[in-house]
């Protein structure tokens, strides 16, 4: 494992020399986020009660790094109340006037791109690599629903009741304002690339970001403004999960949640009850597999990505490869070399291929899942091991052979750098293992014949497949929908449906000339028998 932050041994099957490519002036978390940026930012949270403020760690250094302001109820309440107001009036503009805001976002996000990748590195710890594709996600949903939004919205004209006699047309209408509870992992995409299609549909958001990463999130808002969209469209409260989240809820025309499986179905429950829609982006538990043809440097390399970005603290990255035996042990000296390989850094630059955990908690589980397999008769390939002498929060991306159902590592979500490798001898057992979890978020499917990629990726039941890719190719394809099934959720991000979950289908019919009813003089009796007539001509001419 190269480390290119320190001159710690490195563990035997990893390239011990330092990176000398690595930035001797790199930037700090400490001269990146400055007090005077999280005062500036901070001004954004909409809390005036006097709650105990919150303390932030820098997980790539364990040091302090922001104080921020804490909301309470009577703040959740005062946030929808002024985004209600400032919805009715953006609501009223037109579609291309709110798309306009979406595309100068676009714009002014690329060229001040440095200043959000900085503040995603200080708080969730990823490499910056890791940190740009959160950029990269945000704009192509802002430059997506920017261009194509106002075709997904218009008016579309519909079959009548009765031909000619009957005009109809399907609006859209703003659900009002978004109730949207957001995720520590991927703190930007997360929380402005889910807010900028309800936006543009209408609506106002109430945000509430994890507050280990709220700073990101309220760059983000400042920057929308900067693009024109009005300050109180945009609100967002800081605060505990069970108090604030709950409130957020409770007021909501319309919840957008990501985060845990457990906490999804209260929050579902919650909204249920209030006759409320939710869309819900849970946990997994993905699969990748290799079959027997596939380009073995190919998925190795695939494989790094698929496993360890953000430190597999990715909602869609893999958890689990399932290998063709006649290929496995050949698979697996290529991706373990690929791994021991990899350099872990903290600096706010680029140049590390990963970074650290974001919390104690993360850490805890990841060592857990690892220790107790390894006890129970699971071989570490390579890693399996904290790493404090680069950070608190470092640890190594780890490879488990020889796992088996009874281990936690098996089943559970990790949610961190470890993956556990299987073999399979035919494609049915290996989409049997892959379906077998109640999960079904993201797969991976690697083979040189791409209609029989295809041909599985049908049989794995994952809101998404990539084939010979890890996750961005279906992530990023931003005109075609995004989400779970199962325990991954409910509901789709990207495409048509990302947009319109936060609208109201209105149907306006208008009648011309007869109503559909007794007219003309005619009785009940002539009527049922001249309608009669009328549908069975209607089925002979094939008339929708």
């Not at 909409?46 to 250094?61: N, Q, R, W």
């Not at 958001?205 to 309220?218: E, G, I, M, S, Y």
Request: aromatic residues 6%.
């Amino acid at each position: 494992m190269t480390d290119i932050t320190a001159d710690a041994q490195t563990p035997a099957g990893g390239a011990a020399e330092r990176n000398p490519a690595a930035p001797g002036g790199a930037r700090t978390v400490a001269s990146a986020v400055t007090p005077a940026v999280v005062a500036r930012l901070a001004r954004g949270v909409t809390a005036t009660s006097d709650a105990e403020p919150a303390h932030t760690v820098a997980p790539l250094t364990g040091e302090r790094l922001a104080t921020l302001p804490q909301s309470g109820p009577e703040d959740v309440e005062l946030a929808f109340r002024l985004a209600r107001r400032a919805q009715t009036a953006w609501a009223a503009l037109p579609v291309r006037r709110r798309a306009a805001v979406l595309l100068r976002f676009h714009d002014l996000m690329l060229r001040r791109q440095d200043e959000v990748l900085d503040l995603i590195q200080a708080e969730t710890g990823k490499a910056r690599l890791h940190a740009f594709e959160e950029v990269m996600a945000v704009a192509m949903a802002a430059r997506h629903y920017g261009v194509k939004g106002a075709s997904y919205l218009r008016d579309r004209r519909r079959g009548g009741a009765l031909p000619v006699l009957t005009s109809t047309v399907e609006a859209r209408r703003p659900k009002g304002v978004i109730g949207q509870i957001s995720p520590w992992n991927y703190p930007f995409e997360l929380s402005v690339g889910d807010a900028l299609p309800a936006f543009l549909a209408g609506n106002a958001v109430v945000n509430k970001p994890d507050t280990q990463t709220a700073l990101t999130a309220l760059w983000a808002r400042e920057l929308l403004v900067e693009a024109g969209l009005p300050a109180d469209l945009w609100q967002i409260v800081l605060g505990d999960g069970p108090v604030v989240g709950p409130a957020v809820v409770d007021r909501a025309d319309y919840v957008a949640f990501t985060g845990s499986t457990r906490t999804g179905r209260e929050v579902a429950q919650r909204a249920a009850a209030r006759l409320v829609g939710a869309s819900l982006e849970l946990g997994g538990k993905n699969a990748m597999l290799v079959l027997a043809d596939a380009d073995l440097d190919r998925a190795a390399e695939g494989a790094v990505r698929a496993c360890f970005s953000s430190a597999g603290q990715l909602c869609i990255s893999i958890e689990r490869l399932f290998v063709h035996r006649s290929v496995a042990d050949e698979f697996l000296a290529r991706f373990a070399a690929r791994t021991g390989a990899l350099r872990l850094g903290g600096g706010l630059a680029y140049g590390a291929d990963m970074g650290s955990l974001v919390s104690e908690r993360q850490l805890e589980t990841v060592t857990r899942h690892v220790e107790e397999a390894v006890k129970a008769g699971a071989t570490v390939v390579t890693g399996g091991r904290a790493r404090p002498d680069l950070g608190p929060l470092f640890y190594e991306p780890t490879v488990l052979d020889g796992v088996t159902p009874e281990m936690a590592v098996c089943a559970e979500e990790t949610f961190g750098p470890v993956v556990s490798v299987y073999r399979f001898d035919t494609e049915d057992e290996a989409v049997a293992a892959a379906n077998s979890t109640p999960y079904g978020l993201n797969s991976s499917v690697w083979t040189k014949d791409l209609r029989r990629g295809r041909a599985v990726a049908a049989r794995l039941h994952t809101g998404t497949v990539n084939v010979n890719e890890a996750y961005a190719a279906a992530y990023g394809s931003v005109s075609s929908p995004m989400g779970g099934m199962g325990d991954s959720g409910l509901g789709r991000r990207h495409g048509a449906e990302g947009i319109l979950r936060y609208t109201e289908a209105q149907t306006i019919a208008t009648q011309r000339l007869l109503p559909i009813g007794p007219s003309l003089g005619m009785d009940d009796e002539r009527f049922a028998a001249v309608f009669t007539a009328g549908l069975k001509a209607m089925r002979a001419f094939r008339l929708k």
